[in-house]
């Protein structure tokens, strides 16, 4: 797996299992989908994504 099918991955469960915890738990769980959503933005704008960088530094080839 490459590092940009691991980033879709990860974002995918984040954003998946804060939804189902948002209509289980507590509403506020949606904040967690939100924050990814605005990270995915913001690094198609900038070009950097923090979670690549961390992903890189754990060896993820590219």
Excluded: D
Excluded at 32 to 61: D, E, H, Y
């Amino acid at each position: 797996m490459n590092l940009n099918e691991m980033l879709r991955l990860i974002a995918g469960v984040v954003v998946l299992g804060a939804v189902v915890l948002g209509a289980t738990v507590h509403p506020y769980w949606n904040y967690v989908a939100a924050f990814v959503a605005v990270n995915l933005i913001q690094s198609a704008f900038t070009g950097w994504c923090p979670m690549m960088a961390l992903l890189r530094k754990l060896g993820v080839q590219g």
